[in-house]
């Protein structure tokens, strides 16, 4: 084999020798068998063992073989521990220690085969005559990503070159990406044997005392919630309002059907528009007076211009708003007000602008979708359904498919079996319950089938209850009214709650819907926590532990697979090219990395063709420049002859 040196024009062959050979050995003796080679280790032979060449590379394979088990350690690892609690990581060294550990390895393990396959690239360019300072910048290139980046923007433009500085370059950012591949989230854990509770109830028969046959005191925490509702609903807020239990701050809810988490009997509101229902009155007075004295009599006629609704309330002069009650044991009233909407003044209500709004209390189902998070009730109501009043026993209940727990089935019976204990009978077309206690004391008659249901899914609201709420209601809505000397909505007297349903005249639909729904909400959190006892039980929800977990990255971890398999693509691609050109140009076994070629051969330089200034180099800087001039090729002595080759001026293209 040969070198062939080209200075500015001139072919300088560069022979292989052997280790022994004297200076006195002739270039006739060298190749005095015409046809062979004179040196053993480059038997012609080499051609025709492509696998023989192939296994010169056991070892590059073998460092891909265990970097693949080392990405397969992070993945078991990542496996077992992903989204797992830190706490439950060994303490003896921490997740991203270990995964520096191994990325480490694998680092090395993937950078070894392509620093060789490098290697072999830099012989695979001197096939044809090339640039010997090619030879200086492969190399280096070769020995890390300081060189690798050096030849991307000045070496030689060829492919494999560049592909492999490309992915030794790539590879720096193995290390970087541990710290992205470890990710840290709060995560939640159940807590073995503790659950959360939030109150509700399915039954509510708390009253005051027993005054008389049909009349009932409220009893005091419905009395001071209502109070609550109407005087500063701001502070009505299930949220804060419902006394939970959740130790960790963190408690869901089961939703076996959709969002529900649980049911409660509740009190529900409604405020409806019934302006329609207006009537205006002009009345005028005609007021006869006698003189004594004269015996002259003096008439006096007086107007009254006022507003009135069919359930009583009237306004009109100074009279802004009026209440009126629905009836006897009645959950309803009326409101009839002037509003300032349309006036001119808005300071001033305009005769023209009454309106008048019908407002309803009723006990209801309602359906909830809850968690506890941070210790904070996150709590809204998803639907909810009126239960059916019952005439005969003046009590409202309900019985069907409610139940109050998503995880109960509501299936009737005809007899008191399993858990199907609470009676039922139908009632205008609905389940209702039936206390035969009740019904005896006002004498009704049941002529229907008795049915029973679980008691998860019968809810009842007592006689008594409604007796009580209904006698207090007409002390805050039943001819309760604000006046006002000026005629100015801005300027009224009356009961608080009442100029806070009056906003000053501002007072419309919406803002009346709000104002009755924060009286039916905190009803609705006292019958939730004063609850009949006998079927009260709270909803039950799993408690979690926030604990900071372990997640494993995907995403940056498929970067150190993607780097696996361009580094193995790589090498195949290199070793293949390998093969082919040893075996079509050059015999020769995989030289790789190694310097030792080089040894093993000894430059022969015309230096009588050398400017005289480069004859003799001593400084780095000036040699890498004379290389640069110079062209070099390897070649095969039994097929070329070396003083007649000519080498190509010109750098060859791979």
Known sequence: MEYSYTPQGTSIPLERTQSRRTDSTSEDEVHKTPGKSSNPAFD???KLSPLRMISYWWLEFLSYAVAAITLMAIITVVMVYQDKPLSQWPHFISVNTLLSIFLSIFHTLVLFPVVEALGEVKWMWFHRPNSLRDLDRLEEASRGAIGSLKLLFAGPRSPPAIAGACII????AIDPITQEIVQYHNCKHIVPGEVGLIPRTNNYTAAGTHLGPLDVALDAPMAAAMYQGLINPSRIDSTSSIPFTCTTGNCTFTQAIPDVS?????????AQDISSSIQFHNETEVYNQTDPSTHQTYSSRFTNVFWSIPSGAQIG?????????GG??????????FTTRGCPDPNFACAGNPWAVHFSLFPCIQFYSADISNNILNESVLSSKPLAFNTLDQSYSLAGNYPSTPSTKCTRSLQHEGNNSIPTFEYDGIDVYYSQTQMAMVGGAVNSTIYYYPPECVWFFSRASYKAISQHLP??????????PYASPNITEGDLWLQRLYAGGAVNLSSAKTYIESLASAMTITMR????????APAKGTMWHLQTCIHISWNWLSVAFAMLSLAITFSVWVIQRSVMACRHSYPRNPWKSSILPVAFHRLHVNVDELQDENKQLLDIRKTSKVASTLQVQLIDLEKDDPVRSSVSREPAKE
């Not at 649980?262 to 409604?270: G, N």
């Open 529 to 536: 926590q004063q609850g009949d006892a006998s079927n009260s």
């Open 169 to 172: 370059v790539a590879l720096l």
């Open 328 to 337: 006897v044991y009645s959950l309803d009233f009326d409101a009839l007000m």
């Open 317 to 325: 002069q100074t009279t802004m708003l009026s209440t009126s009650g």
């Open 475 to 484: 002390n805050f809505f039943w001819g309760r009214n604000l006046s006002s």
């Open 262 to 270: 649980f049911a409660s009997l509740a009190m529900c509101a409604t």
């Open 44 to 46: 012609s032979s080499l």
